[in-house]
């Protein structure tokens, strides 16, 4: 079965400084794995993603993440915060192959970004 | 492009009532989900499809129901409300993906409140 945990559930950070939000993940095959934004009063915009290939992955609004088999992480991180940054994130993972076709989430990590 | 789309976008019951949430999708999307999202909980699957004609039960399906008559609908009912369905209900699409590498197209959610 996948699992997925988020260190810490509440975030803060000044605007200009780095912004790294933790995921672990726990799966019995090679994982694909997704981090997505949910702003305030809306649904989950994905970020980036991760299948196969290079370990290194980019997503939008300059944020990246690196996929580390051997510590079974996938951190989100960006060099400088922006207040439009603050928002909840959440990580997921899903099996690769078979049949499973469903997303299990971590259960978020709220980003505040003091000006 | 409208993408995901739930109606309706706020609701009030009361214990006991019925009512049905709509999703439809417009993407052409063969897998479509409905979650629940709770405060410190992450999101939650209650029930998805793989395809027209099929449901079936995610992590917490009790007391809800869902049909998929049409490609790009998917509806979820709840039969009997209960104060603990109060919560934002999202309904997600995805592509067909070899293993779920692809990602999912969430709504903007549908917030229920059961008094």
């Known amino acids: 079965a996948q699992s997925v945990t988020q260190l810490g559930s509440h975030v803060s950070v000044s605007e200009g400084a780095l912004v790294l939000l933790r995921c672990n993940y726990s799966?019995?095959?090679?994982?694909?794995l997704f981090w997505y934004v949910q702003y305030p009063n809306q649904g989950l915009q994905l970020l980036l993603k991760?299948?196969?290939?290079?370990?290194l992955v980019k997503g939008i609004n300059g944020f990246e993440a690196e996929f580390k088999k051997s510590e079974t992480s996938f951190h989100l991180t960006k060099p400088s915060a922006h207040m439009s940054d603050a928002a909840e994130y959440f990580c997921?993972?899903?099996?690769?192959?078979?049949?499973?076709?469903?997303?299990?989430f971590g259960k978020g990590t709220l980003l505040t970004v003091n000006p | 492009n409208a993408g995901v789309t739930q109606t309706p976008k706020f609701r009030v019951l009361k214990t006991g009532q019925s009512m049905t949430l709509l999703c439809a999708q417009d993407?052409?999307?063969?897998?479509m989900y409905w979650y629940r999202q709770d405060p410190g909980m992450g999101l939650r699957l209650i029930h998805y499809?793989?395809?027209?004609?099929?449901?079936a039960k995610g992590e917490v399906p009790d007391g809800y129901n869902v049909s998929r008559l049409k490609k790009q609908n998917f509806l979820l009912g709840l039969e009997s409300a209960a104060p603990s369905q109060t919560s934002v209900y999202f309904c997600?699409?995805?592509?067909?993906?070899?293993?779920?590498?692809?990602?999912?197209?969430f709504g903007d959610g549908t917030r229920l409140s059961i008094l």
């Open positions: 997921a993972v899903s099996e690769s192959g078979g049949s499973n076709y469903k997303l299990t």
């Open positions: 997600a699409s995805s592509w067909m993906g070899i293993g779920s590498n692809q990602p999912q197209h």
């Open positions: 991760y299948t196969t290939g290079a370990t």
């Open positions: 993407m052409n999307h063969e897998y």
């Open positions: 499809s793989v395809g027209e004609g099929t449901t």
């Open positions: 799966s019995s095959v090679p994982p694909y």
